[in-house]
Each structure stands twice: as C-alpha cells, then as structure tokens.
C-alpha cells in the first residue's frame, strides 16, 4: 500500500533536482509513490528525471506538452496520486531522511487529516540553513505536540505560519471530499489551498521539528524576480477573504486575516521591480479601499507601523509613491521625488513641468519647447510611433500651445484624454474628447502620449485609468 504520494513539480531546477530526489528516495518510510509533474523546460530536468526513475520504480514522470505553471502542475499531480496521504516538494528543495516517517507516524497516532513540520530555510549563496524564526519556529504552545487540534484552538496564530503545502501531508481521501486544489493560472496558489484545507480539517498534528529545508529566493525563482507575476498576489488575498466567507470562518478570524494581507499585500508593493509598482500600486488601492481599516484602530493584532502605511495608501495615494525615494527629502522636493517615482515605475521618457519649474503660462511653455527643438522631439515620436493609434492625456494648457505650434500631422491621433471631458465634447479644437474611464479600455495597440503639467495627473491616471484594468495596458511615452 502506498502511503504518501509525493507530488514535485518540476520546472528550470536542473542545479538542484538531484539532491531533492535523493532526499525523497532515501527516506526511511519506504512506501512511497513519487510523482515528478515535469513543465518543458530550457534545462536538462527531464534528463534528470529519467536517470533517477531508471534507478526506482517509484518514480512516475508526468511529462506535460506545455508550461502551464505550478498550480496545473500541482493539481495533476493530486489526480493521479493513489496513496493515503499526499505532499508537495519543490524541485529545488530538500528533505530530513525521515520526514515522512515522521509525519506519517504523527498523523495516523491522532487520526489527523493534515500533519505538518517547521521548516529549515537555506542560503542560496553559502548553502547554510538560516534562522529565519517565521519557517523555522512554531508559534504554537508545546500543548499542541502531543495531542490533535483544529484551526478554531489555534485561530490567533493560524493567519501567521507558513502557508505552504511542502511542509503538510494531507490524507487524500480529505481533500478529494472537499474538492480542494490549487486556483489555476494564478500565482501565490497556497494561499487558498492552505486555508480552504486548514479550515476544513477537523484534526490537524504538529511535529516540531524542521524537516523540510527550503531554498529562500534562489535566482529565477519567482520571489527574487521580483516581476509582473506579484500582482497576482493581490487577487490571491482576496479570493482567500471570500474562501473564509463561504466557510463561514471570516468574522472569526477577520482581524488576523486582515492584519496578514496588509502586511503581504503591502511587503509585495515594497520589493516588486520599479517598472510594475505603478500596475502594483493602482490595483492594490483599488483592493485595500474596500477594508474597513478604521475598525481595527485599537487592534493589537496589527503592527502599528504597518497600520499607519494602509491609512496612508487608503487615504492618501500618493503617500505610498513617496516611500519609493528618500524620505528625508519629501518635504522639501515633493514634487521632484513624485517624478523620479515616475521616470523608474512607467518608464516615461519626459520632463514634467511641476511647481520647481515655475513653468505655468502659455507663454513660458512655448519660450522653453522651442528652446529644447522640441519639433525634433515630436518627429522622433511619431518615427517610432506613427503607425499606432494615439491618444493624448492631458487636454490642458500644455498640449493646447503643442496642438497650435507644432506639426503633429505624423501621429494617428484619435482622441485627447482629459477628466475634464465629458460624454461627447471636446476640449481641443479638432481633437475628439475622450472620458477619464475611457482610459480603462485603451490595450496594448495603443500609445498613450502624455502631455500634462503636474505629476500629480499622471498618478490620477494610474489610479483611475489604464492600470485599474486588467487588460494589457498601452504602450506610454512622454511628449516633453
């Protein structure tokens, strides 16, 4: 009989797929299946793959025609699995010799439908396990070691202990009667999976010990990439708030849970690449503007200082740009440090004419474009961009003088974009109008050209505009 089926998806993990099979292969409770879920990948895993299950007939590939990610990966793996219990391992981890053993042991002497261990975290560089107290400690009273418990008795720390699914066996039985599995096309997947399982899960076992050892952002994996694909994460926490709504478990745990988003939400904010804050940014607004964060004021739950930054966000949207330069500065330069947040977040190739400049009559606008030959500027953009359709944001004063001066014939323009505009007029003789939420529906077939005076206009933009759309935004670039 098998015991545990052990599910691995497998993608790019060449460098550290042997060690990860052999501490799967090795370990002292022998009746395993081991289920390798293989995504195409540009190294030699698969070679990999074949060498080991060559060498044990427990090791089954499933090899898939395409990359689909881990969710896909994961959730295949768990159709095909036959044993009594289920796990995961990441293809670039490792495990104790006797971790299953012991989990194993742990859930069948309490009769527990998910079993899990602490884990050990690795350095990427020196290959030495970190004390990171998050994975590598429990915060659960030692009670919990000996005896079988449900998420209710431990609801405090539940929203605060690793997430993860490799740490966890989980009886297979279980989560085929609860239809769990991982939300597919999605990043951050434990998330719901965790706490669907948790929730559901009448008798959950702690051993403390760590087990399983985890290589905390090694290159190319998807946290140190620090890429687009962290924007998930703001969906993932809300689809987890409605999976604890339809479990009726939200109002019990609504002050943890909500204390656990604002700080994942907003950590994510801080560490993603500067040229996705602004994408981040908008659409994490949108989603933290619908908690009641006032109710949990006095909450000893929430850090303090974190509480203060999601006030900030909700209340104040441009406090959180701000926090993307010096702080020491922002007094001072406010409107300079808005602009570098700018020039790193959306790329945008332009000068701003904010309040530093004392640029703000038609008269100086025009003095300063034909100072910096700016009809060369315009027959640049329209090289690169002639063959696109265009619209302007920004139907003020700045593109007025643009629009009366220049020669702007070598662009498809189709609109001029303006919170000003209303339904059916136009600001700029010759140029249809097009309303603010017009913006939302603009894609990547678009440019968007931005001619404005304030920062603070592209920021509205941003917040109100094309990134608080899920489509492929449109390609933006600066006139001046």
Known sequence: MVKISVIIPVYNVGKYLRKCLESICSQTLAD?????????SPDNSLEILKEWADKDSRIKII???KKEGLSIAKNRGMEAAVGEYITFVDGDDYIEPAMYEKLYNK????????????????NEKTGKLNEDKHYCDSPLDKKYDDKAFSWREIKEHLCFMPVSSWNKIYKREFIEKNRIIFPENM????????????????RLALVRERLYHYHLQRTG?????????????????????????????????????TAYRLGHVIHFFNIIRPEFKAKYYAQMHESLKKIELEAYRNSPVFDPE???KALKLIKYPSYFLYQLTNPLSIRKYPDRLELRFLDRAINIPCVLFDRYRNISTAEEIEAYLNRINFQQKIDMLAKKYGDKRVVIYGGGLLFSVIARNYDLS????IAVADKKVKEGSDLIEGYPGLEFKGLKELTEEYVLLIAVLRSKSIIDMLKY????????PPVIAGFV
């Open 63 to 65: 090899v898939k025609d």
């Open 465 to 472: 505009g094309i990134y608080s759309s899920h489509k492929k």
């Open 306 to 308: 974190l509480y203060k």
């Open 107 to 122: 859930a069948k002497q309490l009769d527990a439908e998910i079993a899990f261990c602490t884990i050990g975290t690795v």
């Open 221 to 257: 994996s998807l946290l140190n990439t620090r890429g687009v694909k962290f924007i998930d994460n703001i969906e993932v926490m809300e689809k987890t708030a409605d999976i604890l709504k339809e479990l009726n478990a939200f109002d019990e745990l609504k002050e943890f849970y």
């Open 187 to 202: 990043t951050f997947e434990e998330n719901p999976f965790y706490f669907k399982a948790m929730i559901l899960a009448s």
């Open 32 to 40: 395993l299946e081991i289920i390798p879920v293989y995504d195409p």
């Open 410 to 413: 070598g662009f498809n323009i």
